[in-house]
């Protein structure tokens, strides 16, 4: 496939490096310029793109930057994306830490993801926000071993969750459905899910666990 990624940290630099191993077509930006990728463009192959080009053509396109900087995107980002691209949200909102108040979160209850997804206007899938980019270097595991790490997936548009699990597959991780965008708070910093390595049916029990009550050190 043709994939498209938006932000080159620990998160966005090994999907590139994992996607390109298993033989996709990737571009990659970041909000430095194309130039400052030379060296993961060498390690993988990958194009280093203008992040206004990253979604050019992509099937599948994932928005991995820090969540104060997702205004900050070009406009019409995903206008030149495959019709019917999956774009994938890994984002997480930390109020404390980087990204000060957003208050349509704080007040309004909008789950980061559905904010996300306002500002691209376009869904989104909300996956790998929890989970430790090491691991996606480390942690590949084939079908049914049972060390096999699960990653919840939360969408409304039930063709691109199908097309980012079977990715996520691909990747050597079982996958479990959390639902629509705004039961995504489930998956959201300070749930039992968030950054838990284990396998499906932990994955499942611990997003049933979850309280929408967002923890006082992930507030304003």
């Known amino acids: 496939m ?3 990624i938006i932000g080159a940290g620990n998160i966005g630099g090994n999907l590139t490096r994992r996607l ?4 996709h077509d990737v571009s990659v930006a970041n909000s430095r310029g194309p130039q400052s990728l030379a060296a993961l ?8 793109v203008p992040a206004a080009e990253a979604a050019r053509g992509a099937q599948v396109v994932v928005v991995t930057v820090p969540l104060k900087s997702v205004p900050d995107l070009p406009a019409g980002l995903l206008d030149g994306a495959a019709e019917g691209a999956a774009v994938i949200d890994t984002g997480n909102y930390y109020p404390q830490q980087r990204d000060g108040r957003i208050d349509a979160i704080e007040d309004d209850g909008l789950t980061e993801s559905r904010w996300t997804e306002r500002h691209l206007g376009h869904p989104v899938v909300k996956a790998f926000n929890g989970t430790y980019a090491q691991d ?8 049914g071993d049972p060390e096999r790490i699960a990653v919840p997936v939360a969408a409304d548009d039930e063709s691109a969750k199908r097309v980012v699990r079977a990715l996520i597959d ?3 991780f079982d996958t479990v459905d959390a639902g629509g965008i705004d ?3 489930r998956q959201q910093p300070g749930t039992p899910v968030y950054g838990l390595r284990a396998g499906v049916e932990a994955v499942t029990r611990a997003l049933a666990e979850a309280s929408p009550e967002r923890p ?3 507030k304003a």
Do not use: C, F, M
């Not at 463009?41 to 280093?48: D, L």
């Not at 996606?136 to 079908?143: A, K, V």
């Open 2 to 4: 043709k994939i498209g």
């Open 20 to 23: 390109t191993a298993l033989g």
């Open 41 to 48: 463009v060498e390690e993988t192959g990958a194009t280093a």
């Open 183 to 185: 039961e995504s708070w």
């Open 136 to 143: 996606l270097l480390e942690r590949p595991r084939p079908e």
């Open 170 to 172: 691909e990747l050597g």
């Open 216 to 218: 006082a050190d992930h």
